[in-house]
């Protein structure tokens, strides 16, 4: 074989063995084999020297073309493997802009607040506005004006969480009475006050250590008992469904005299007798009563001109009574499944 022949074998087999390289390391391999300084080409040129004068130029020229000729194949094929190797990243993490869109999720508010609202809603009807007093309250405004002095043993019934000496949270919402009175020079008042309320109590499936009320306060000239119980009939007409029935009975609170306890016939059984009332038949709606005089004068009322009425009402319960929800601690439990349901 001349040089000539054997220069076309290592040009075919770098030709075919360029066919082979698949990725860039293989290329590199196959430039290092037949480009490299002890690559089969450049041994080629090296032999040069070694052939007869007369056919060094003719060689050389040849040489050097195949040369020339597998590195323009070297580029271009590095040049295609590189686009190929970026194609390939780009297609495993595509995006398929066809394909539908996840839904967002929408919230929806929470089955207190509703209950709230629909609360508003009925007394704004009735022409109450509502009104806010603060969660933080002083110990004089959550009891001693309201007629419960600290050796009264009326104070039992509202277990206290205390801030320090002088202030508690809220533990219902009447201090909100003698807060909106203060702050009225006398004149009528027809106000609802819905807030959350705290006690230090056990928790268990009937009874929360928070839990939402809405207090109601009503003071004219004339306000009377009557004014009150048709106010709570309208009421339980309003929220539970026309034709309701309520009844009253006698209670104690040291901040209305008379006291009265507002109930409505079961909304599930009509008053025959079933598990959610526990077969009385009655469902209790309200602690109510009449303005007491001393509250009223500790609002700078006097209570020889004026006469109101006040109730106190949960939220939670109502809820419960009319989803039947069975278990009071869901409304702070933060469970999604139980929420989505409202
Ligand atoms: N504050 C009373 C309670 O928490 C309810 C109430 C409000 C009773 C207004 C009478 C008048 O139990």
Redesign the pocket.
Known sequence: MDSFEELAVVRAEALAALEETENIAALRDWEKAYLGRKGKVTLQIRAIGKLPPAQRPAFGKEVNQVKQELAVLYAEAEKSLKRAEIARRLAASAVDVTLPGRPAISGHLHLTTQTLRQIYAIFAQLGFEVYESPDVELESYNFDLLNIPAYHPARD??DTFWVDDKRLLR????PGQIRVMRERTPEPIRVILPGK?YRYEQITARSEHQFY?V?GLAVGRQVSMTDLIGTMHQFAELFYGEGRQIRVRSSY?P??EP?IEVDTDCILCGGEGCPICKYTGWLEIA???MVHPVVLENGGYNPDEWSGF???MGVERPSMMKYGVEDIRLFYGNDLRFLRQF
């Open positions: 019934m509202w533990t219902h919402t009447s309320c009320q207090e609170f901040f209305t006291s602690g109510a009563g006040a109730f106190g």
